[in-house]
């Protein structure tokens, strides 16, 4: 169904972001070659590459040999010192010029008419956040396996999960090419119209490394005005990375991090999340006035209209622990 979808002709121009830290050379460049012969040119305004600070030696010189190729539609920005994800990010956005900005992780493998769907939904309603399906691409075999339907969510730990899509979401005359309303995203990949990501406060600058930025950014949008929807007809292949270097270092951003998002935006019910993880209580969040002021600019609405409006199930989930 998806193949007999037509998109208008004019469409908002994207710069996709690409940040990498040490990421492997032959994933890095199938992402950028996947997205350089997929995407029509007259809708890529450029990629924006963020290099944080890589060690390995075939991220310098040899890439920048190979990018030669692309020459003029590539920005390649190397950060002074080591970011992490969300900063850097922010540093690739900020030297955007497209009309919308495409996250995109470094290891990724973009599909036919990827994101077509994605622009056309944000020419419709410049307040929607729009995701592909994620699909996965093995890590051992490289081989493109597509994925199930299926939308954002998290628990009360915080933890991000894919849960099934209802029903009622596929039926109709669109059927299972009709967006999917998504209470959470990933975060790895996403669209959002440049202006609104400025308007909306971008990412939350004081959150270190990564984790926990994709729940906040998505709390924010469905309780500030915003909506965050799934694509079916748009679709990404995704390596799962199986290992992570620094495990410490990560666990302590991302607790981190989700205590700021949990000061700023679950009002009384941060408590379902310290019954949880009592420790939690203790642990210093830093300051978090200027988001708190933020919330306040952007008249955003409270997080029990985000659980009886978009989440109704994890409000079902409270009692449980």
């Known amino acids: 169904m998806c193949r007999k979808k037509h998109y208008p002709a004019r469409l908002p121009t994207a710069s996709i972001i690409i940040c990498f830290y040490n990421e492997e050379f032959n994933a890095l460049f199938r992402t950028v070659s996947s997205v350089m012969m997929l995407t029509p040119h007259r809708i890529l305004e450029e990629i924006i590459l963020v290099d944080d600070m890589s060690e390995f030696d075939d991220l310098k010189e040899k890439l920048d040999y190979h990018l030669e190729i692309f020459r003029g539609k590539i920005k390649l920005i190397r950060t002074k010192k080591r970011e992490g994800l969300i900063r850097a990010r922010l540093i690739g956005a900020s030297r955007a010029s497209g009309d919308v900005l495409v996250f995109l992780d470094s290891h990724c493998e973009v599909n036919k008419v990827w994101l077509e769907p994605l622009l056309a939904a944000i020419r419709e309603d410049h307040r929607m956040v729009v995701c592909p399906v994620?699909?996965?691409?093995?890590?051992?075999?490289?081989?493109?396996?597509?994925?199930?339907?299926?939308?954002?969510?998290?628990?009360?730990?915080?933890?991000?999960?894919?849960d099934t899509v209802f029903p009622y979401e596929v039926e109709g005359l669109e059927g299972t090419t009709r967006p999917i309303?998504?209470?959470?995203?990933?975060?790895?990949?996403?669209?959002?119209?440049?202006?609104?990501?400025?308007?909306?406060?971008?990412?939350?600058?004081?959150?270190?490394?990564?984790?926990g930025e994709n729940l906040e950014l998505s709390l924010r949008i469905w309780m500030c005005g915003g909506q965050l929807f799934i694509l079916p007809c748009s679709r990404v292949g995704h390596i799962n990375k199986q290992h992570i270097i620094n495990q410490t270092g990560v666990t302590r951003a991302v607790t981190y991090n989700n205590l700021r998002l949990v000061h700023v935006w679950l009002d009384e019910y941060k408590e379902q999340v310290f019954l949880r993880r009592p420790s939690l209580r203790s642990i210093p969040y830093g300051n978090i006035s200027e988001r708190v002021a933020l919330r306040k600019q952007l008249g955003c609405k409270s997080f029990q209209w985000y659980l009886e409006t978009v989440f109704p199930e994890l409000e079902d989930s409270k009692d449980s622990h």
């Open 134 to 162: 994620i699909d996965v691409i093995d890590s051992r075999t490289l081989e493109y396996q597509p994925s199930p339907l299926v939308r954002g969510a998290f628990n009360w730990k915080l933890q991000f999960k894919w």
């Open 181 to 211: 309303r998504s209470p959470v995203m990933a975060g790895g990949i996403f669209a959002m119209k440049r202006h609104y990501f400025n308007e909306l406060g971008q990412y939350d600058k004081g959150m270190n490394f990564w984790g």
